[in-house]
């Protein structure tokens, strides 16, 4: 499902290794760069209330502030315990300077 490409960021805008939150069409996403690569995920926590762009990413993880629970950004899967649900992902593409997120 390709779903509704939105310009969310520019290049230019996150840096390597850099968790940036996003508020678009009633979404709070968290965007990532990582080795190059680019993501983008819910950015409130499934576990409580926090936003997971005020943690920390460590590679492709990212914690928690609340209680330290991770998540793979690539994947959004939750790394154990405190998380039960696994964390909203979407497909993200890069054309020129433009970073664009499939919407649901
Ligand atoms: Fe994120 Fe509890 S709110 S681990």
Do not use: K
């Amino acid at each position: 499902m390709d779903g509704n490409w939105t310009r969310i960021a520019g290049t230019g805008d996150v840096g390597e290794g850099e968790a940036v939150p996003v508020e678009v069409a009633g979404l709070s996403l968290a965007l990532f760069r990582v080795d190059g690569a680019w993501y983008c995920t819910d950015n409130v926590c499934t576990h409580a209330y926090a936003l997971l762009t005020d943690g920390w990413l460590e590679g492709c993880l990212i914690e928690c502030p609340l209680h330290n629970g991770q998540f793979d950004v690539r994947t959004g899967e939750g790394q154990g315990a405190p998380i039960i649900e696994d964390l909203r992902t979407y497909p993200v593409r890069v054309e020129g300077d433009a970073v664009l997120v499939a919407l649901p």
